[in-house]
């Protein structure tokens, strides 16, 4: 896979036709997984390119959000997905590169998420204010923000922003899960759940009753759907719709659950 991708990188240094924000931050994320730097014999270059192309985005939207690409005309709506992208990339890529000019980059990404989340701790498309929220990109925003205090990130408003994060999330958890929109009468069950209790393992929430709960029940109901045919007999229509997302998800609770479950 990653010599896919390093076959595969733009020359300029970033992934993908379009999106490339998001595609780039995604790429950069699997090479830090792997412990790769600037420094590293097979990977090296392509870490730095696609790390300096993050860095340069940053800096260039200084003061305001990332957008995603004239191509679609919601653009403007989904900056909330490819900005947290950036924003956790970059704080990954801080703790493991030791540049200033990441460090840099990364609390300006930083500080937008924390100027963008709303006052019940959420996030919604647009980065807009107000009650509604949507989980699906509050995730990576939730992700980006421990990521970089993990990193050494001292902005003031940081750890605030954590706290409500935790809270939001607890506050929302129900029975079976999360929300996907809040009101939303499709919740996508399987994917929010896994997502909910993803964010709430990595926001250090790992004992808390709603994590056991939930975790319990992706794994004794969710992860035997971690197949093709879950998505293929119900498609769009199926709980298990959008099937790599969910694995994406699914299988990260898994591993930090560990044991017999992982």
């Not at 950036?86 to 704080?91: G, I, W």
């Not at 890529?93 to 990364?106: C, G, M, N, Q, T």
């Not at 807009?128 to 970089?148: D, E, P, V």
Request: hydrophobic share 35%.
């Amino acid at each position: 896979a990653l010599k896919w991708l390093q076959k595969n990188q733009n020359p300029d240094g970033s992934w993908g036709k379009h999106h490339h924000t998001a595609m780039s931050s995604l790429a950069i994320l699997t090479y830090l997984a792997h412990g790769d730097t600037p420094l590293s014999s097979v990977y090296g270059q392509t870490v730095k390119k696609g790390v300096m192309w993050l860095v340069n985005k940053a800096m260039a939207h200084r003061n305001k959000f990332v957008d995603v690409g004239r191509h679609n005309p919601k653009g403007a709506d989904r900056n909330v997905y490819s900005h947290g992208l950036l924003a956790y990339s970059l704080s990954e890529a801080s703790a493991l590169i030791p540049a200033s000019v990441i460090s840099e980059a990364r609390d300006i990404a930083i500080a937008q998420v924390i100027k963008g989340q709303q006052a019940n701790g959420g996030f919604h498309y647009g980065y807009q204010k107000g009650n509604k929220s949507n989980l699906s990109a509050a995730s990576f925003n939730f992700q980006a923000l421990k990521a970089a205090k993990a990193a050494g990130c001292s902005l003031s408003g940081l750890q605030p922003a954590l706290d409500k994060a935790v809270k939001h999330l607890k506050s929302t958890a129900t029975k079976t899960g999360f929300y996907y929109i809040t009101g939303n009468k499709n919740p996508r069950g399987p994917s929010m759940r896994s997502v909910g209790v993803l964010c709430l393992q990595l926001l250090g929430e790992a004992d808390c009753d709603a994590v056991k709960r939930l975790g319990s029940y992706i794994a004794k109901n969710d992860m035997q759907h971690l197949n093709w045919k879950s998505w293929e007999k119900g498609g769009y229509d199926s709980p298990y719709a959008f099937p790599l997302y969910f694995w994406y998800y699914g299988t990260q609770v898994m591993f930090q659950r560990g044991g017999s479950d992982w």
